[in-house]
């Protein structure tokens, strides 16, 4: 390997709400015996998910494993409806981590469907983002991916039904714009949300990326391949105008051929140890050279149900709450794997 150049870029890894989600099931395994369960992977990476593993967090894909009484978070990608519901039967112990602008889209799909509109929400099938936003108002909404999917639904809306369109918060720009643009064309009258439904901290790293793709020989981009917006940052890569894009977990899967200047990212959901990691495996030989587009100072705080039952725990946990902005995901999973 002969690195010339590290160009990092910056914004990258862990957003506010993956931040968010990361302290509230920290402190469910701080003050719950194990087993603390989690429905889906709280965010989407193996590094942190195996991070709670270890501490005894327990992740289903079925509220219905869950024994009564039990503690139990909802992931960071949002859930829906019924799953909201089933979990809290039982006398469970339910804290919902749903990042505030997965809630946002809820909302507007639950608000346009109530007004009769038909709903066209741009994502990916499967995603447990998209699963659990459409199952809001299922009868009313059409999953679109592609413009064939943008083409079915125009069909099978009738005539003089007013339509909206909203997003997975993870899409990439480009993916976003693509579809958004088509769809004004084909319904006029298309509502749309004031403020954009892309998460502001995909939207960030994508922009920071752009700013060093096209100076890069090869890009490495850090994050789980479950990772939607992480997936999303190696496609801004390569329609940038790298050569070469590479998406690894960590340092041990870089290749040994990598030369010339280098640009490093990562996903929302990646730790920024596992950045260092990589920039330590690359060794460039003239250093490593930041690359801002912006600042991030976005904070989204413990959920209610987290910071209610942590009052009624303990009034000490209360001054611990106070300083929450002050303390980084970072810290705590540090903290974490020290108690392992």
Same mark, same amino acid.
């Given at each position: ?13 862990? /957003? ?7 302290k509230a099931l920290a402190w469910m395994v701080t003050v719950f015996?194990?087993?603390?369960? /989690? ?69 507007? @799909? ?41 083409? !079915? ?25 693509? @579809?958004?643009?088509?769809? *004004? ?9 004031? !403020?954009?439904? @892309? /998460? ?9 990326? *752009? ?30 105008? /790298?050569? *070469? ?28 140890r596992l950045v260092n990691e990589v920039i330590e495996r690359l ?27 942590? *009052?009624?725990?303990?009034?000490r946990y209360a001054e611990v709450l106070a300083d929450d902005r002050?303390?980084?995901?970072? !810290? ?9």
């Open positions: 390997m002969d690195v010339k150049r590290v160009l990092l870029a910056e914004p990258r890894g862990f /957003c506010a709400g993956v931040e968010k989600a990361i015996e194990p087993p603390v369960y /989690c429905y889906h992977e709280i965010v989407h990476n193996q590094h942190v998910v195996n991070r709670f593993i270890e501490q005894g967090v327990i992740f289903v894909d079925d509220v219905d494993e869950v024994p009564a009484g039990a503690p139990l978070m909802l992931s960071a990608h949002g859930s829906a409806p019924s799953v909201v519901d089933a979990a809290r039967e039982n006398d469970r112990i339910v804290v919902d981590a749903v990042c505030p602008l997965v809630t946002k889209v809820h909302h507007e @799909l639950k608000v346009r469907s109530r007004k009769g509109y038909e709903v066209l929400y741009v994502g990916h099938a499967g995603h447990e983002e998209a699963v659990g936003t459409m199952a809001v108002a299922p009868e009313a909404v059409h999953l679109v991916e592609s413009e064939e999917d943008l083409e !079915r639904a125009a069909e099978a809306i009738a005539p003089g039904t007013p339509v909206a369109l909203l997003a997975q918060t993870t899409l990439s720009h480009d993916e976003w714009r693509a @579809l958004m643009e088509s769809a *004004r064309e084909r319904f006029p009258d298309l509502w749309m949300p004031n !403020r954009s439904d @892309l /998460c502001f901290a995909t939207t960030n790293r994508q922009a920071a990326l *752009r700013a060093i793709a096209g100076q890069s020989d090869v890009v490495v981009v850090i994050g789980s391949a479950n990772s939607s917006n992480t997936v999303a940052l190696a496609k801004v890569a390569a329609n940038s105008g /790298c050569p *070469r894009v590479l998406r690894v977990n960590e340092a041990a899967e870089l290749p040994d051929d990598l030369s010339g200047v280098v640009g490093v990212t990562a996903g929302a959901s990646a730790p920024d060794s460039p030989r003239h250093g490593v050279e930041v690359m801002a587009v912006t600042e991030e100072d976005e904070y989204f705080p413990p959920p209610p149900e987290l910071r209610e039952l942590l *009052r009624h725990l303990d009034d002050e303390v980084s995901a970072a !810290r705590v999973l540090d903290n974490l794997e020290r108690h392992v």
